[in-house]
């Protein structure tokens, strides 16, 4: 039953029959029994739903329900496990975190969800069932999608419970099934955490230069272990280098720990061959042989053979080799100066399967308990022997590895060294600390009474004071003045200091830097600071008679004086220098132009007459030395990229040695036909002055 939302009235035209007038009744009557259902069940308060949600076109009524966040729908629950790569836990699957069930179909894909409570709805689509579905307590199935059980699976995941009658109650729990306790799985590396190279047949494995930043297995006494491993360790797992595995360890409890491990091996049933041969005696010459075939069902080319004799003489050796399948043959070597007779003897033969005729075996229980010990400090291999140590036999780590497809049958597994284990969780487990990690350096936690870092165990914090000088450029104004107590107690302090006045006042120190301030670049100086005033500060002349050759007065934009681009112009401009001068002051032109359009400016001739003042009525020539200096530190060429722009230049170095009372006139020159002018527009003198310092 649900809400029609469309009641479809009487039409003109339609038959006159019961049917017809009773039919928008009939629809009316029933949103009346839908509405008074979710009226009576909002009062009693005995459900939750969620009404008209979109779900999987094959789930039914009854079946539990779960959402899939991907196809944005909810799908039939299925129980199950997965696990999480990055920790290796082992944990519920996503389907089987169950909402609820579904409590009625409106259309394909479309329903009502009963998410708790009691109501009658018929589940035998999920249980199988025929008519009434049996009380009891219903889990979701582990086998069928959609499925509920009354036998507990392995992931017991309740859903609810039948009274019998027709009727459940839904309570399904978000709860971890697995929290009481926590699965783990891990794939362990098998390789050395160093350098090795293949021993000769039957001698040790060893590692050479090891590297406990490397994830794999590292000599037992290595100094990561700090000398925890067990007696007879000769390998440990490099556990700080996997980081996962490192971060659960230890198991609780230990015995719940198993490894189990599928490699290659010469050993494996299916890849060595061991057999006693009868070989026959005869007489060896001085430094002869005698060889003798024998099958060996198994032996392949490629395979190395290694024959020890039971009972022959030292001066013999003897050796053997795969000559054909299954052929195998034993040579006797006299080593000896004289002949020897040889009599009839065992020899031991062990047949090593070439590397491409290797079987992966599966190694676990008490065949691999035998090389295995784990307990809190970590996981120990307990043998070296040639083909027994958790990595491949002919691994070498200066050689370049090639892989291959190899061929699809038969197929060959992998090489994995598993390991499950279990961890109980306490109640204590989230009101505990059960380790300690310092994120900042200065924070050092060490094992107790000593300067081991540790994490886990009786701790003691230490706070390292030792600070890095990392920089001497921080800026700011508030230094740590005292500690009051637990207190530092900070107050300003004068940075650093600068003038705004520097052809005024001059500074010095230990130190300097340029820095912005109040949008300005300022050289501030810092340390043991020096300050001098200039007692005789620069002073600006104005011009006083200026007269003009060629050079107009203008005003547009702005009042100036003009200097063609089509004929020479020139001036000349007077300035007095004030008679309380400073003695053998300097002077420098200063000139602001103006350019009517845009290009370079060009390079205007500038030269000076210094006249000195005479003494009283002491006649004097008003020129003593003679003809107009030219003023070379004086560049114009400046580039305008906009119409009437100014620009401003002054004398780099000045006019030396100039008095007070002496009248120094300066005249400016432009000249069109140098070469070197190709100004095209009118050059414009807005202000000059004098500098005086």
């Known amino acids: 039953m649900s809400l029609e939302r469309f009641i479809k009235y009487i039409q003109e035209g339609e038959p006159v029959s019961p049917g017809t007038p009773n039919r928008p009744l009939r629809q009316l009557d029933q949103n009346v029994n839908y509405l008074w259902s979710l009226i009576e069940a909002a009062n009693l308060g005995s459900t939750v739903y969620a009404r008209e949600q979109t779900l999987e076109n094959a789930a039914e009524k009854g079946m539990p329900v779960y959402w899939n966040s991907s196809n944005s729908r909810f799908e039939r629950g299925l129980a199950g496990t997965e696990t999480d790569v990055s920790t290796g836990y082992i944990q519920t699957s996503a389907s089987s975190q169950i909402w609820g069930i579904v409590a009625e179909k409106h259309e394909a894909n479309l329903g009502d969800i009963l998410l708790f409570g009691y109501a009658k709805i018929d589940i035998s689509a999920a249980t199988g069932d025929s008519g009434t579905v ?22 017991s995941i309740p859903v609810l419970r039948a009274d019998g009658a027709g009727s459940v109650f839904v309570n399904p729990t978000f709860m971890d099934v697995l929290q009481n306790h926590q699965h783990y799985k891990f794939d362990l590396t098998m390789l050395p955490a160093g350098d090795t190279a293949p021993p000769t047949t039957g001698a040790a494995h060893t590692i050479t230069s090891p590297d406990s930043s490397l994830s794999g297995w590292l000599p037992a006494d290595d ?32 015995e719940s720990a198993s490894v189990e491990l599928l490699r290659n091996s010469i050993y494996d049933p299916g890849s060595s061959i061991y057999r006693q041969l009868l070989f026959i005696g005869s007489s060896i010459s001085s430094h002869g042989q005698d060889s003798q075939t024998f099958l060996v069902p198994g032996a392949q080319p490629g395979d190395d053979v290694l024959a020890s004799p039971a009972t022959f003489a030292n001066d013999i050796l003897f050796d053997a080799h795969v000559t054909a399948t299954d052929q ?9 100066n004289g002949s020897r007779a040889l009599s009839t003897g065992v020899v031991y033969v062990n ?28 996981i120990w291999w307990m043998t070296d022997c040639y083909d027994n ?23 060959i597994s992998t090489p994995q060294m598993l390991m499950y284990f279990a961890k109980v969780n306490f109640a204590t487990d ?32 230490d706070l390292d004071l030792n600070f890095t000088v990392s920089t001497d450029e921080e800026p700011g104004y508030l230094a740590f003045k005292s500690l009051d107590g637990e207190n ?51 002073q600006e002349l104005s011009s006083q008679l200026v007269r003009l050759e060629g050079v107009t007065e203008e005003h547009t934009p702005v009042l100036y004086l003009g200097m063609s681009n089509d004929y020479q112009s020139s ?96 005249t400016v020159t432009r000249d069109p036909a140098d070469a070197a002018d190709v100004y095209t527009g009118e050059v414009g003198v807005m202000q000059q002055t004098g500098v005086l310092n």
């Open 134 to 155: 049996p009380a009891g307590l219903y889990y979701l199935s582990g086998r069928t999608q959609g499925g509920l059980a009354t036998q507990k699976p392995p992931i």
């Open 223 to 254: 100094a990561v272990f700090e000398g925890n491993a067990p007696v007879g360790a000769k390998f440990g797992y490099n556990l700080g280098a996997d980081f996962a595995l490192d971060n659960a360890w230890p198991p609780l409890p230990l």
């Open 328 to 336: 195998v043959e034993v040579r006797a070597t006299n080593t000896s």
């Open 351 to 378: 047949i090593f399967k070439d590397p491409e005729n290797w079987t992966p075996a599966k190694v676990a229980g008490q065949a691999l308990d035998d090389l295995v010990v784990i307990n809190r400090d970590g």
């Open 389 to 411: 140590v958790p990595w491949a036999t002919d691994y070498n780590s200066d050689a370049s590895v090639s892989e291959s497809a190899g061929p699809a049958c038969p197929h």
């Open 430 to 461: 989230q009101a505990v600390v059960t380790s300690l990690e310092s994120t900042d350096s200065r924070l050092k936690i060490y094992c107790r009474n000593t300067t081991d870092s540790k994490s886990v165990g009786d701790l003691d914090i």
């Open 488 to 538: 530092f107690k900070r107050g300003p302090v004068a940075e650093g200091v600068y003038t705004t006045t520097p052809t005024n006042v001059t500074l010095s120190g230990d130190a300097s830097a340029t820095v912005p301030i109040g949008g300005t670049d300022r050289q501030v100086f810092y340390g043991n600071i020096s300050v001098n005033v200039n007692v005789d500060p620069t």
């Open 571 to 666: 001036y000349t401009v007077k300035f007095d220098v004030p008679f309380d001068a400073p003695a053998d002051s300097v002077f420098k032109y200063r000139v602001r132009l103006l350019g009517r359009v845009a290009g370079t400016l060009p390079q205007l001739t500038f030269s000076y007459i210094k006249s000195s003042r005479p003494v009283g009525l002491t006649p004097q020539n008003p020129v003593p030395d003679g003809a107009a200096v030219a003023i070379s530190d004086l560049v114009t060429t400046g580039t305008l990229a906009l119409v009437n722009s100014s620009v401003e230049a002054t004398q780099s170095t000045g006019i030396t040695g100039v008095q007070p009372g002496d009248i120094i006139y300066i």
